[in-house]
């Protein structure tokens, strides 16, 4: 097994370095703000139960309160109806060899600076494959925006007309899954979709389609700018929640070192 010998040589010696992809979870953090007639998601809650004191001489540690659907997180097809009957649907079931493989990144930031609604077309991937090559099979895509840098209102971007933030066409995720047959789809926003996304037929397409084929989102992802286009490794393994439709978790990408990359 020299290959995983070289790697931990090269981690040692910083030539593949791990990049953290995930924000911080904080009641402060948003979540996503659905119209008023659905259930809304909790935010993040930490409660003392005790800070070495007399509730717990030695020790300090927090009951947690969150969403399955809070902060930087994994989203599995039963989350939607259209994956409800595909099996190993949930995060407890999916084989974990789904949870470490390959990623690209195409860099929307230009476009998603300019215009707060803007959105991934087939068109613009076959271009970003012109100069980085063609999307591999079952690899995870993830939509930069830039997004992660913005904060309070600003990220959720919510107007009388719901959210403005961008995503995928649904040809553009239609033509991930079903001409480059991605693994998921991630993004630096709350959702896989645009802040826009309930207008589509179906609503909100990048869910209905990922999970209806059995592919995976993640969402709320950070420091997307950190990563190559092509050439790392992403690592996104859910908790194990019973029948789970998702979870937060940590995200990391292995990268080379930048002054070790070549370029296509
Ligand atoms: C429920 C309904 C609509 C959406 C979402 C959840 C998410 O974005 C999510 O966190 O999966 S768009
Ligand atoms: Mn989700």
């Known amino acids: 097994m020299s290959l995983l010998n070289d790697l931990a040589t090269q981690l040692a010696s910083g030539e593949v370095q791990v990049v953290d992809l995930t924000h911080t979870l904080d009641p402060d953090f948003p979540v996503i703000i659905l119209p008023p007639e659905f259930g809304q998601c909790a935010r993040f809650r930490m409660e003392e139960i005790s800070a ?37 649907n949930s995060v407890d079931e999916i084989d974990p060899s789904q949870f470490v493989g390959p990623v690209v990144v195409i860099d929307c930031s230009k476009g998603a600076a300019q215009d707060e609604d803007y959105e991934l077309t087939p068109e613009f991937i076959t271009a970003w494959e012109g100069e980085h090559g ?57 959702g896989t979709d645009a802040g826009q996304g309930s207008h589509y037929s179906p609503p909100y397409p990048a869910h209905f389609y990922l999970h209806g084929a059995g592919k995976f989102g993640l969402q709320c992802l950070a420091n997307l700018d950190q990563l190559p286009p092509t050439g790392a ?32």
């Not at 989203?75 to 259209?82: E, G, L």
């Not at 690899?139 to 719901?162: C, F, I, P, Q």
């Open 52 to 88: 070495y004191d007399h509730r717990g001489p030695a020790w300090k540690w927090h009951n947690l309160t969150l969403s399955e659907h809070t902060g930087t997180h994994f989203d599995a097809p039963a989350h939607w109806i259209s994956g409800r009957d595909l099996p190993n």
């Open 134 to 190: 063609r999307i591999p099979e079952d690899a995870w895509v993830l939509m930069r925006t830039d997004w992660s840098k913005k904060s309070g209102a600003e990220y959720l971007n919510m107007r009388e007309d719901g959210a403005h933030s961008p995503g995928p066409t649904p040809e553009g995720i239609l033509f991930l899954i079903n001409a480059r047959k991605i693994r998921g789809f991630g993004t630096e926003t709350v």
């Open 233 to 264: 490794i992403l690592m996104a393994a859910p908790l194990k929640i019973k029948n789970g439709t998702g979870s937060p978790l940590r995200v990391m990408a292995l990268v080379p070192a930048p002054e070790t990359r070549t370029t296509r």
